[in-house]
């Protein structure tokens, strides 16, 4: 069971990125799906979330308007799209999943089992 996240990268400030989540040894199909983000000396944080059942999200008020979350399931992969990038948001990101087959939008770190290895994000300005 293993999550691989990736596009992370140097943006410039405004820009946009996109990230990938991508999920082997298991579907996704049944799974919630996270984004969170960690910068230095900070606590890891919830950006956007998406339930398995009928892609209902959740975003922080830090990126809302700003980042999409989706994913495909026939490609068992999950996407954070990052538009307007600040110097902010510059941080290691990571993917999680869930097993939760129901309406459950789940946005707690301490609610997810899988996590991926992190890709870092740096918005310079």
């Known amino acids: 069971v293993q999550l691989v996240d990736a596009g992370g990268g140097l943006v410039q400030s405004g820009g946009s990125r996109e990230l990938s989540c991508t999920a082997s040894g298991f579907r996704l199909d049944y799974y919630a799906v996270g984004w969170f983000r960690q910068a230095p000396g900070k606590e890891r944080e919830g950006v956007a979330c998406i339930n398995s059942r009928d892609g209902t999200t959740y975003y922080a008020d830090s990126v809302k308007g700003r980042f999409t979350i989706s994913r495909d399931n026939a490609k068992n992969t999950a996407y954070l799209q990052m538009n307007s990038l600040k110097p902010e948001d510059t941080a290691i990101y990571y993917c999680?999943?869930?097993?939760?087959?129901?309406?459950?939008?789940?946005?707690?770190?301490?609610?997810?089992?899988?996590w991926g290895q992190g890709t870092q994000v740096t918005v310079s300005s």
């Open positions: 999680a999943a869930d097993f939760s087959p129901s309406m459950v939008v789940r946005s707690g770190v301490n609610e997810y089992d899988y």
